[in-house]
Structures are given as C-alpha cells and as structure tokens.
C-alpha cells in the first residue's frame, strides 16, 4: 500500500510577506511562494485566479504598508485587480 503524503503543519497559508513581490511586479522574485504552498509557472507568476483571491484577502493591508515611489507607478495587483 502507497504511503500517503503528509502535508507539512509548519507551513502556514502564504501571507502578506509572501505575496509582496506578486502584488508590486506580478512575478515572486524570491520563490517565496512555492515554499508556502502556492505553485507558480517558469517566471515565477501564480495562477491570476490565486493572486486575485490572495489581493482581496491581503490587499488592503498591503496598500496601507505600502512606501513606493510615485515615479514607479501603481502596484502590478492594484492595476490588476482593482481596489482591495
């Protein structure tokens, strides 16, 4: 009989710290993502639906915490997705 696959409890639901790169670029620089369980392709994108469901459950803690220089423009998930 197979042995079935445990999930690791440490891991937690990927957070705000995880999904920083993806909500300011679209792309998650430091493959912080994978670690937290959400798979991304080549370049390091989620799945759109994922991110999306990730900004309305996070966004607008990201928006309050958010410094970014006027003269890089919006966040990638604000342009995205919209308001938090």
């Known amino acids: 009989m197979p042995v079935r696959k445990r999930r690791d409890r440490r891991k937690q639901a990927a957070g705000l710290e995880e999904w920083w790169d993806v909500f300011e670029t679209e792309f998650d620089f ?7 369980g959400v798979e991304t392709d080549a370049y390091g994108r989620p799945d759109r639906e994922v991110a999306r469901k990730a900004w309305q459950r996070l966004g607008a803690e990201f928006m309050r915490t958010l410094q970014r220089h006027p003269a890089l423009g919006p966040p990638w998930a604000l342009t995205t997705f919209g308001p938090p």
Do not use: I, K, T
């Not at 430091?30 to 937290?36: Q, R, S, T, V, Y």
């Open 30 to 36: 430091l493959g912080d993502l994978p670690d937290a």
